[in-house]
Each structure stands twice: as structure tokens, then as C-alpha cells.
């Protein structure tokens, strides 16, 4: 049905403030607490009781009702792809690892931050000049690749680095006209919509609100809070990569994935789960009934928190809902504003609808 | 109070100035050279001249010294569905281009991103090894209509990189080649502000540089100098880069040697280095100079010519890499060079080339 007080259309100073916040914290996998410290900081006037659990899950609640109603364990992961500090040559310059799927081919001629502390450095090639073209014909290997900090020893270095730094891409949020560029849009935004969607929860349901941490290296934080939180239906917010690209041929592109600009994607089967057809079944009425325009993501691999929900304790019915979004992995990625207001809308729209719907009445 | 060349590099950086499209990047330094000279002039291949006079008896010598302030860029040369598609000016490794924010300047500005598509969209040739110029993409964000109405053909792209303070005292960003080099010749200026010399000095930002190096030319050909010296970059040691085929940074300037420069010139870029206290090392540059020295040495008949340069990493990336200290030591050297030219340096010019060096 219809649902009265959705989030707004347009995003507020106040919410586009907070992504650009999120997007620009540095918060590789195992390494989230920055995010997860604005995330409690929004939280903390609104929540009864946050937790942080053992792999460092972010957990809100609010005040339990007194009848029953259905739980449902909306998550949003915090971590971001990026790299780690590995080691660190006589000269100065700095040696890493990719954390996550990283967009490798992406690494050449950009800028880093260093720790929470962001500390500057860039990803430099060889000038083309001298280089064979067997050189500048082979991809980018990590392995070939450091990052400059500006120290001219080993022992400069070690005073500003340590390590197993985490290094994030050195990217500001940018909005131009109805588009969003930003770093760690995948799952800043889902963060920012579950942020909002927990100050302003849908009536007739308990909302326990997951901030999940290593989503990018194998769904870990998500398998442990769903153990401690045994939601009766779990929903991931995330962000699907937009593939919407043409074909060099000019034909039609068959794995496109989702399209900018037309809405969130609901999932309903990727490389880790098979949506629960009652919840994409919601998911649709819930957008038809409320004029929100929607996409089904494209069956493909891939995969989000969902895929660890669902395996949850006895298992648990679940699905995700995602903004697209182009880029993902690599410096700077790009989502429509409007993609991720509807977003916003829909899931609220949903949560409001779940306990008439055939979800919980089956239950 | 003391000349802000960090912060006037900065606004530098940060303005487009594709070869052949330095405009901008122009006006922004006649600004800041016009209180500094006797004359500036623009001229019709778009390279700024400056003019400070020297005190000698008329008819003065004169050094000119160029550095230039074009920069490599893109330039679209198609539109297909939602996305643009890029050409390269002056030398680009396309493995720099995947994930590059950049500008586009049409109609208006607007950011955007260089990608490579998926295999999926791509022929089979180019699904593997390095991306290829050819098969990326440009993405601004809009959808076709919008993008059509907004950007054309011929419209300029421009690494959007922040400019970036790194380490001690070290600048990274793009088009650093070379307007550091247009920023020692600032500092130049400054140093000779109240402090007299004989020859007249011709400041020059030359156009064109990356292509065809005509605005040195055209500066060289129309104002006929006594002596000329580039100010460019060289290639500053990093990762992967041949130790031999390169120098530190924060190390010391380099002074070319080879047919390109003058032998006179040489020696006394390096007996000011020395007098000053200003490191320098010699570059060896058997045949060409890869800068405006080439097309000024042969312009009106022959200009005996100097190359002065400042080590830099990653030459033709968004994330170039200088020393501070190295822009300022260069701009130093530069107005000791200047001032200590005397009338009868012209006559050493011509009896190296009778006795050789």
C-alpha cells in the first residue's frame, strides 16, 4: 500500500553532508573504525543500546516493543576496498597489498591517503619516455607499483608509516548537477541510508540496524551479526555495479548488471543467494504502490551481505536492495541522486509494508 | 613581502592549459609578471615575453630564458551512447587513464572519469595486456541528450588531480611539466627586482611545447636573443625508472650537455651553480633535448642555447612529483646567471666555437 511520511526525494544538506563524511573516511576491510565512529556519533540520540561485537559490527536497537513484531536485520557494510602498507624499500618508497577486489588496472597516477590520519602519497608510472613498449603494453602489476610519501629513506618512511597501514584512494565526494563522484560509494551509501532509515524507522517492526565490517574480503561481519541478532528477515543495502556501458561493436551490451538512472536494483539471485521471493515480491508492490521507480538487478555473480544473512542459524529469509552505481572498486565511483533517494524511499516503504505482507503472515 | 611561489604554482596547476589552449594558464601569469617587468606582450602563437631591461649601453645583449606552460591533455574525438571518447596531446601512458578523474571543457565544465569498459564490451584484442587509448571511455554522468547538448568534438580534457603537499617540502600533481619550471622563472624575477644587470632578460612561458614546440620558436625567431635557456624537467629517479636515466630529487638541478647546448653556456650555468652553493649535476643529452632548446638553437640563424633542468618524478602522470626546494634553487640560479652577464660573455660564445671545448 501507499505509505504516508517516506523519506524525502531530495537529499538534505544534513544527508549529503554525512555521505561526503562516510565516503571520505578511510575504513579498508579490518579496518572501519572511523566510519563506524560517525555512524555511532549519528546513532547515538536515536538508539536504545548500541554494541560493538567481536569483529567490530556496529549493532543498534531501539527500545524493544511490547508485542511482537518482525524482526528484521537491515545491514549496510562499512568497509571499503583498497590496500595495505606491506613493506617499505631502502629509498623510501612504500610496497602494498590490495585488500578486497580493487580495481588494479585503476592504481596508475593516483593519489592516497594513509591511515585515519590521511597521510599523502601517490601511485606514480615510469615517465612513458623510457619505457619499451613491451612495458607500457603490459597491465599494471601490484607488485610494480609503490607509493611515494616524499621520504627519501627507509628510515624517513617508518616515522609515518607503519606496516599494515590501510590506504584508501585520496577522493573527495563531488556532486555535479543530479550525480554523486565519490570514493567508497560501495557501501558508504548504504550506510548513509540506513543511518537515515534508523533516525526515522518504519512503524510496526523492530529495526536492528547492522553495520557490517569485512564485507569486501568474504561477508565476515554480517555472518556474525546475524548469529547475534536472529532477525526473522534480513536486507542488505549495498551498491550494484552499473555496467551500462556500450558495446565496442555497437551491439547490445548483455552484461549491463543495472542501469544508472533507473532506479534501485532488487536482487533476486547473484553468485551467493537466492533472494526470497516473498521479499522481491514486497519489494516490487511496495515501489508500484508508491511510484518508485525500480530495476531488477541482473542475475550475475557477484554478491552482498545477504549471501551471509540467509545462511544465518536456521537460515533466514533474505534479499538486497541496491543503488547503482558505476566504477565501484577502483578511485572514484558514481551513483544518480535520484537512485539514491528512491532507494531511501523504497526500503522504508517496504519495512512499512512487511507485516501485512505475506512475509510475516506466513510466518 | 617574500614572493609565495607555492601558492602562485597552486592557482597554476590547477588551470587547463592543453598545447595550443594555454590561455588561461597565460593570463594567469601576466598577472603575476607584470609588476615584475619593463614590458610583456602577447603574441600571435600565444606564448607570453616579458621584458626587464638591463642597464648595459645600447645595443644591449639579451638572455632569454622559456620555460613552457602548455601541459599534455586530451582532446575528445567521439561520442558514443552516454560516454565520450579521447584522443592524447603530447605523450601519454594510457595505464594512467583508467580511474583518472578529469575535467571536460565544453559548453561547460564538467568532471568526469576516464574507465575501461568490461571485456564483455570490448573486442577480443583488447581484453588483454594494457588499456589502449582507443577502447576507454570517458564518463561525465550524463545521459546521451544531456551530454550531446553539453560536449563536442574537439573539446578539451584535463587531469582534475588536486594538487597535493606531500612529505617535506614535495609537490605532486599534474602539468607540473612545466609550469614548476614558469614558477623558478617567477622566483627569477623576484630575485631581480631592484638588483640592476647589463643584459636585457626576456622571460618567456612558451605555447606548444608537448607538440611542436612553436611558441619557443616564434619567441626565439621574433626577439633574436643573444643566448637562450629552456627551463624544463627532467625525469627524476623513482621505481622502475633506470638509475642511469635519471636523477634524484632534492639532490640538485640538472645542466644539459650535448649538441643541443652551448659549451659557453654550460660552463657558466655550472661556475654560478658553484659560486652560489647551488647543487647541480650534469645531464647528458647526446641528441636531443626534448625541450624548447631544440627549436630555439636553429631559430634566426642560429641561438647558442642552454637547457637548465628540475628533477621530476612521474613525468606525464596526474601525480608529477617535485622538490619545493629544487623550484626555488632554480630560480636562484637562474638570477645569478643573469646578473652576472657582462658584454664580453658574446665574445665567449663565439671563441668556444673557434677552439672548441
Known amino acids: ?363 | 613581502m617574500a614572493h609565495d611561489v607555492r601558492l602562485f604554482l597552486g592557482e597554476l596547476l590547477q588551470l587547463p592549459g592543453v598545447s595550443a589552449y594555454e590561455s588561461s594558464v597565460r593570463e594567469r601569469i601576466r598577472r603575476e609578471w607584470e609588476p615584475l617587468v619593463a614590458e610583456i606582450a602577447d603574441s600571435p602563437m600565444g606564448e607570453l615575453q616579458a621584458l626587464k631591461q638591463g642597464v648595459g649601453p645600447s645595443p644591449r645583449n639579451s638572455v632569454m630564458l622559456a620555460a613552457h606552460m602548455d601541459s599534455i591533455g586530451l582532446m575528445v574525438n567521439g561520442i558514443q551512447g552516454d560516454f565520450l571518447r579521447v584522443q592524447s596531446v603530447g605523450g601519454i601512458d594510457p595505464r594512467v587513464l583508467p580511474g583518472c578523474i578529469v575535467k571536460v571543457h565544453g559548453g561547460r565544465e564538467l568532471i568526469g572519469e576516464v574507465f575501461q569498459p568490461p571485456k564483455s564490451c570490448l573486442p577480443e584484442k583488447a581484453q588483454k595486456g594494457a588499456p589502449d587509448l582507443r577502447y576507454l571511455l570517458v564518463d561525465v554522468g550524463l545521459p546521451e541528450a544531456e551530454l550531446r547538448a553539453a560536449v563536442e568534438v574537439g573539446d578539451l580534457v584535463t587531469f582534475a588531480s588536486p594538487v597535493m603537499d606531500i612529505g617535506t617540502g614535495m609537490l605532486a600533481g599534474p602539468s607540473l611539466d612545466d609550469r614548476a619550471s614558469v614558477a623558478a622563472l617567477t622566483l627569477c624575477l623576484h630575485e631581480l627586482q631592484g638588483r640592476p644587470h647589463a643584459w636585457d632578460l626576456i622571460a618567456v612561458a612558451t605555447t606548444q611545447e608537448e607538440v611542436t614546440a612553436v611558441g619557443a620558436l616564434h619567441a626565439a625567431y621574433s626577439r633574436r636573443p643573444s643566448l637562450a635557456i629552456a627551463v624544463d624537467v627532467t625525469f627524476g629517479q623513482a621505481p622502475d625508472v633506470p638509475e642511469h636515466q635519471a636523477f634524484p630529487i632534492g639532490e640538485g638541478l640538472t645542466n644539459g650537455w650535448g649538441p643541443n647546448v652551448h659549451p659557453a653556456i654550460f660552463d657558466a650555468l655550472q661556475k654560478i651553480a658553484d659560486q652560489e652553493g647551488i647543487p647541480i649535476t650534469t645531464e647528458v643529452m647526446p641528441g636531443e633535448s626534448g625541450t624548447d632548446a631544440e627549436l630555439m638553437q636553429t631559430a634566426a640563424g642560429g641561438i647558442p642555447t642552454g637547457v637548465l633542468s628540475i628533477p621530476l618524478r612521474y613525468m606525464h602522470t596526474p601525480v608529477e612529483l617535485v622538490s619545493m626546494g629544487e623550484i626555488e634553487a632554480a630560480g636562484k640560479l637562474l638570477a645569478a646567471f643573469v646578473l652576472h652577464l657582462e658584454d664580453d660573455f658574446v665574445q665567449k660564445l663565439s671563441e668556444v666555437h673557434i677552439h672548441g671545448h
Request: include cysteine; charged fraction near 25%.
Open chain 1, 1 to 363: 500500500m501507499a505509505i504516508e511520511s517516506l523519506p524525502p526525494a531530495s537529499p538534505t544538506p544534513e544527508s549529503l553532508a554525512l555521505l561526503a563524511r562516510l565516503t571520505e573516511a578511510v575504513g579498508i576491510s579490518g579496518g572501519e573504525a572511523e566510519v563506524r565512529d560517525i555512524v555511532a556519533e549519528k546513532l547515538d540520540p536515536h538508539a536504545e543500546r548500541m554494541e560493538i561485537d567481536a569483529l567490530g559490527n556496529l549493532l543498534a536497537f531501539h527500545r524493544a516493543p511490547g508485542d511482537r513484531r518482525p524482526k528484521i536485520m537491515v545491514c549496510a557494510h562499512m568497509d571499503e576496498v583498497g590496500m595495505m602498507i606491506s613493506g617499505i624499500d631502502k629509498s623510501g618508497f612504500l610496497r602494498f597489498k590490495p585488500v578486497g577486489g580493487l580495481a588494479i588496472q585503476t592504481l596508475g597516477g593516483r593519489q592516497v591517503w594513509i591511515g585515519r590520519e590521511k597521510i599523502p602519497g601517490v601511485i606514480g608510472l615510469p615517465p612513458i619516455h623510457l619505457l619499451s613498449e613491451e612495458k607500457w603494453k603490459s597491465e599494471l602489476k601490484v607488485d610494480d607499483l609503490r607509493i611515494d610519501i616524499g621520504a627519501s629513506s627507509k628510515e624517513e618512511a617508518e616515522e609515518k608509516v607503519r606496516l599494515g597501514a590501510q590506504v584508501t584512494f585520496a577522493t573527495r565526494l563531488h556532486q555535479q548537477e543530479g550525480s554523486i563522484w565519490a570514493k567508497a560509494l560501495d557501501d558508504r551509501l548504504g550506510v548513509a541510508i540506513l543511518v537515515e532509515l534508523f533516525q526515522n524507522p518504519p512503524p510496526g517492526i523492530e529495526l536492528l540496524a547492522a553495520f557490517t565490517v569485512q564485507e569486501e574480503v568474504g561477508l565476515r561481519g554480517a555472518q556474525a551479526a546475524a548469529h547475534r541478532l536472529q532477525p526473522d528477515f534480513g536486507l542488505a543495502l549495498d551498491c550494484a555495479p552499473a555496467r551500462d556501458f556500450p558495446t565496442w561493436e555497437g551491439g547490445k551490451n548483455d552484461r549491463y548488471v543495472s542501469h544508472l538512472r533507473e532506479g534501485p536494483a532488487i536482487y533476486v539471485m547473484d553468485g551467493r543467494t537466492i533472494a526470497d521471493k516473498r521479499w522481491v515480491d514486497l519489494i516490487t508492490r511496495s515501489a508500484q504502490e508508491n511510484g518508485i521507480q525500480y530495476q531488477i538487478r541482473q542475475p550475475l555473480s557477484g554478491g552482498t551481505d545477504a549471501g551471509a544473512l540467509h545462511l544465518s542459524r536456521e537460515g533466514v529469509p533474505s534479499v538486497s536492495l541496491s543503488v547503482p552505481a558505476r566504477h565501484l572498486h577502483g578511485p572514484v565511483g558514481l551513483i544518480d541522486v535520484a537512485d539514491w533517494r528512491a532507494a531511501a524511499r523504497l526500503v522504508y516503504a517496504s519495512l512499512a509494508n512487511l507485516p501485512a505482507s505475506d512475509l510475516w503472515q506466513a510466518d
